[in-house]
Antibody
Framework: QITLKESGPTLVKPTQTLTLTCTFSGFSLSTSGVGVGWIRQPPGKALEWLALIYWDDDKRYSPSLKSRLTITKDTSKNQVVLTMTNMDPVDTATYYCAHSLAADYWGQGTLVTVSS | DIQMTQSPSSLSASVGDRVTITCRASQGISNYLAWFQQKAGKAPKSLIY???SLQSGVPSKFSGSGSGTDFALTISSLQPEDFATYYC?????????FGGGTKVEIK
């Protein structure tokens, strides 16, 4: 079955760079058509889509955050990494990774707090 | 960007009620729409994809309908485990976008 799990720091300081890793199983990111995306949710607020990477290394980003985001994949390790630069307290949120455009499978999420 | 507008933002209903949540896209998205259920403190769970296709393992009391710009999620008979927040998402074009959510509470 398909599973995903996010990992990374729970606390980052303002201006620092956040690096999150999504480790997955049950599918391969070398299979045609497959993609993995990142979504976040500030406490008490709605979901916000951030980025997605396809099996062929095509990458898509939220226009409002594009300058701060980088998404990469390591097919051999079954991992997708998201980096977000210049973190701010407003970036405090639970960050999720998900399988496919339609997000049919989600990780459990990881809460990242931005505070000095 | 395609804006997704859900209504209502919240509703109160009783066990056994039939509940319908709507989602409107700011432009046509064919049937590239998904619905999610999120319980407090948990990750979203996929219920519906392609506007009306039920995800494996999701009870048939959930159904989706619509195409183009107007969509609906219906719960045929609300049960205690269905009290949650529901989101729609379009995956017709990038950036992918979510609705603002509909919180379903107990009356």
């Amino acid at each position: 079955q398909i599973t995903l799990k996010e990992s990374g720091p729970t606390l980052v300081k303002p201006t620092q760079t956040l690096t999150l890793t999504c480790t997955f199983s049950g599918f391969s990111l070398s299979t045609s058509g497959v993609g993995v995306g990142w979504i976040r949710q500030p406490p008490g607020k709605a979901l916000e889509w951030l980025a997605l990477i396809y099996w062929d290394d095509d990458k898509r980003y939220s226009p409002s955050l594009k300058s701060r985001l980088t998404i990469t994949k390591d097919t051999s390790k079954n991992q997708v990494v998201l980096t977000m630069t210049n973190m701010d307290p407003v970036d405090t949120a639970t960050y999720y990774c998900a399988h496919s455009l339609a997000a049919d499978y989600w990780g459990q999420g990881t809460l990242v707090t931005v505070s000095s | 960007d395609i804006q997704m507008t859900q209504s209502p933002s919240s509703l109160s209903a009783s066990v056994g009620d039939r509940v319908t949540i709507t989602c409107r896209a700011s432009q046509g998205i064919s049937n590239y729409l998904a619905w999610f259920q999120q319980k407090a403190g948990k990750a979203p769970k996929s219920l519906i994809y392609a506007a009306s296709s039920l995800q494996s393992g999701v009870p048939s009391k959930f159904s989706g309908s619509g195409s183009g710009t107007d969509f609906a999620l219906t719960i045929s008979s609300l049960q205690p485990e269905d009290f949650a927040t529901y989101y729609c998402q379009q995956y017709y074009s990038f950036p992918l976008t979510f609705g603002g959510g509909t919180k379903v509470e107990i009356k």
